[in-house]
């Protein structure tokens, strides 16, 4: 991007997508909405100076993504960490492309294509298209707080944590689907809970059944290689870029960050951001 250029963007959330299996009618529906929905917003949009709107208008980027992830696989009882994860995210990214890329072409014939379309790839192929992007997997650091599910692409972060309340009540927070898997089985107890949330796992708590161990990963569980897996499975139908942490334990080397970036460069991945466990950067 230029420094003018910018991208509107938006995340559908995936786990609503879920009734006994995926809802492909309804994610077709709302990839077609969200696509309408943010090439209006460019045009309604109020830019801090006019040259990022100029330069906005003429290429219409837009990025229409997922959020709540993690919980559409905890859903399915899909590991994160498995190549039926990975296969299941080269079809839903893939599904969403494909149906945002007709929906920018059904807005080109009716609205007209970018202004810079004839400079761009689409131009040269002759495809006309509203936007000279339509995706892309964002944070949705604040977004997925207020839909309530797992943010963007990621693992969960924790399966229970402590909450302190400004007149210092400690409140234990517990993922609302591990907390229903666990009355339905039977291994629930708040004690148990309490426990947890002083660990980043509960790969290592033999009372919790070994087949909610395996569903319920963190982002502490998933390694480096699985989590750089699961972001090129989503940049292969990507067209802007995939946002994703990658988790590195605090013994982690240089050489362990060097074979990261390596991998997520020979995996096509446009960017990777790398998080080393108890650093402050």
């Known amino acids: 991007l230029s420094k003018v250029v910018r991208a509107v963007v938006d995340s559908t959330d995936a786990s609503r997508m879920f009734r006994n299996e995926i809802d492909w009618d309804k994610l077709k529906d709302l990839v077609w909405k969200g696509v309408h929905l943010l090439d209006n917003v460019i045009e309604q949009n109020r830019y801090p100076l006019k040259q990022i709107g100029e330069a906005t208008r003429k290429n219409r980027r837009i990025g229409l993504g997922v959020m709540g992830w993690a919980d559409l696989l905890i859903m ?3 590991p994160y960490d498995s190549n039926e994860a990975l296969e299941l995210a080269d079809k839903v990214m893939g599904f969403i492309q494909t149906e945002a890329d007709l929906a920018s072409q059904n807005l080109a014939a009716r609205r ?3 202004p810079n379309w004839e400079k761009s790839v689409f131009g040269k192929q002759g495809t ?3 936007n000279s992007t339509v995706t892309t997997i964002a944070p949705t650091g604040t977004i997925s707080i207020i ?3 797992s943010s963007g692409i990621e693992p969960i972060f924790a399966i229970s944590y402590v909450r302190n309340v400004m007149d210092s009540t400690r409140l234990i927070e517990v993922n ?3 907390e229903s898997r666990a009355k339905e089985i039977g291994f629930y107890s708040q004690m148990l809970m309490e426990r947890i949330a002083e660990k980043n ?3 290592d708590f033999d009372e919790i059944p070994k087949s909610v161990r395996d569903i319920f990963v963190t982002s502490h569980d998933v390694s480096p290689e699985w989590h750089i897996k699961m972001q090129a499975a989503f940049q292969k139908h990507t067209e802007n870029a995939v946002s994703k942490t990658i988790n590195l334990p605090k013994e982690a080397t240089a050489d ?3 074979a990261t970036y390596k991998l997520a460069y020979g995996l096509a991945c446009k960017g990777v951001t790398i998080y080393r466990d108890g650093s402050r950067a």
Do not use: N, Y
């Open 201 to 203: 796992s509960i790969a």
């Open 176 to 178: 609302p689907m591990f």
């Open 128 to 130: 006309q298209r509203r």
């Open 256 to 258: 362990d960050v060097k």
């Open 76 to 78: 399915l009882d899909i």
């Open 112 to 114: 007209g294509v970018f």
């Open 147 to 149: 839909a309530g599910c």
